[in-house]
C-alpha cells in the first residue's frame, strides 16, 4: 500500500483529476504495485524553498512496502518519476525533490486491522505516553534473544526499567491478535532474562520448552528470531553426571576466575548502589542475575560469604516476585539432584569424547 505525498508552491489548478490519475498509474507502474492500492495526496499553494530560492518547485515522498528499501531501486525509481513530474509539470530537475521511506506491514493502518504502532522482538518497536518511561527515539538494547528499538522522541535517556513497556508490549501483541511464541530452554541464561522479562511485564505468550542444546527462538506470526548460544549450563553439569573428576588446578583456575569477576561486579558496577544502574532495577540486573546464578548448576552457592552480593539478588527478587524468579531458576537448581539420579551406563560410551571437548 504505497503512499505519495506532494507538496508543492503551484497553484491549485495546476493538479486536476487527470494529473492525479496519471501521477497514480506512473508511480504504480514505477513501484510495481497495482493501482488500487495507491494512496496519493497533494498539497498546492505552499509557502516553499529549495535550494536557496522559492522559485516554483516541488517536494514528494514516496513511501511504501518492500519497494524502497535499498539505494538500487531508489534511484530506478527517482529517474522514472523524475521524467513524469519534469514532463508533466515543466519544472526542471533542479527543482524537484524525492524523499523515499521504507515501511514495515505494521505501520500501516486498515479496515482497522493493522493500525499498528508497536511490535516486539528484533527490529520492532514500542511507542506511546513515555513520559515516565526510560528510553529515547533510536534507542537499541539487546536483552538475550531479545532488543527493543524505541521510536518515540519524547523521554530522557536512561536505563530500561522492569515493567516501563508493559502496556505497549500488551497493546501490540493484542493487536495482532496472536500469541507471542517463546522456545526456551531455562537451562540457558539468556532465555531466563527473556522468561522473567517477558512474565514480569505480563507479556502474552505461549512458553515451548525446547531440549538441550535446541536453538532459543522468538516467533510472533511470521516473524522468526533465533540465536546460537554455547549453553554454559551442560558444561558445569557434565562432570557431575558422568562422575568425572576435574583436575584440581582446572577447578581452581576456574573458581579464582570466578571469584575474580564478582568482585568486579560488586566493586565496579553494583558499588554501593541498589542495583547496578541506580535505584532503579534495570535490564542490566535481569542480565547479571541470570549469569550470576548459573554457578548453581553445579552446586556452587556464589552468594555464601558475599553479603553485598546476596543483598542485591534479594532485592531484585523481591522486585521481580519471588515467585517467578524462582519458577524461572528451578531448573539449574535442581540440576545437580538431576545429575545424580541419571543412569550412568547410559551415558558411559559419550565420556572419552566429553572429556576431550570440555576437560
Known amino acids: 500500500m504505497p503512499f505519495i505525498d506532494l507538496e508543492t508552491n503551484l497553484p491549485a489548478s495546476k493538479f486536476t483529476d487527470e494529473f492525479l490519475k496519471k501521477l497514480c498509474s506512473t508511480t504504480a507502474a514505477v513501484l510495481g504495485k497495482p493501482e488500487d492500492r495507491m494512496n496519493l495526496s497533494v498539497k498546492s499553494g505552499l509557502s516553499m524553498l529549495i535550494a536557496g530560492s522559492t522559485a516554483p518547485c516541488v517536494m514528494l515522498c514516496v513511501s511504501a512496502i518492500g519497494v524502497t528499501d535499498t539505494a538500487e531501486k531508489n534511484k530506478d525509481h527517482s529517474a522514472k518519476i523524475f521524467k513524469f513530474l519534469t514532463g508533466e509539470l515543466g519544472l526542471s530537475e533542479d527543482r524537484i525533490v524525492i524523499r523515499f521511506y521504507p515501511l514495515e506491514p505494521w505501520q500501516v493502518g486498515k479496515k482497522g486491522t493493522e493500525d499498528i504502532h508497536a511490535h516486539i522482538v528484533g527490529y520492532r518497536s514500542y511507542t506511546g505516553d513515555f513520559a ?51 522456545y526456551l530452554d531455562l537451562y540457558s541464561q539468556p532465555c531466563r532474562s527473556v522468561f522473567i522479562f517477558a512474565k514480569k511485564n505480563n507479556i502474552p505468550f505461549e512458553f515451548k520448552k525446547i531440549a538441550l542444546f535446541e536453538v532459543p527462538a522468538i516467533r510472533d506470526g511470521d516473524f522468526t528470531l533465533h540465536v546460537h548460544l554455547l549453553l554454559s549450563g551442560p558444561q558445569l553439569l557434565i562432570p557431575l553426571a558422568m562422575e568425572i573428576e576435574v583436575p584440581k588446578e582446572k577447578m581452581d583456575s576456574a573458581m579464582e576466575d570466578l571469584d575474580g569477576s564478582l568482585k568486579i561486579f560488586e566493586e565496579k558496577f553494583l558499588q554501593d548502589q541498589a542495583f547496578i544502574a541506580g535505584d532503579k ?76 571437548l570440555f576437560l
Open 132 to 182: 515516565q518511561n526510560p528510553f529515547e527515539r533510536g534507542d537499541e538494547v539487546g536483552f538475550g534473544a531479545m532488543a527493543l528499538k524505541v521510536q518515540d522522541p519524547r523521554s530522557a535517556r536512561s536505563p530500561i526499567r522492569l515493567g516501563s513497556v508493559k502496556a505497549h508490549a500488551v497493546f501490540a501483541l493484542k493487536t495482532f491478535k496472536m500469541v507471542l511464541e517463546l
Open 281 to 356: 532495577i534495570s535490564i542490566a540486573d535481569l542480565v547479571a542475575i541470570v549469569e550470576i546464578m548459573q554457578p548453581f548448576f553445579a552446586g556452587e552457592d556464589v552468594f555464601l560469604g558475599r553479603p553485598k552480593l546476596a543483598a542485591w539478588r534479594d532485592r531484585l527478587k523481591a522486585e521481580v516476585g519471588p515467585e517467578l524468579f524462582d519458577e524461572a531458576h528451578r531448573d539449574i537448581m535442581l540440576a545437580p539432584e538431576m545429575a545424580k539420579n541419571l543412569d550412568k551406563s547410559k551415558m558411559a560410551v559419550f565420556k572419552p569424547r566429553v572429556v576431550k
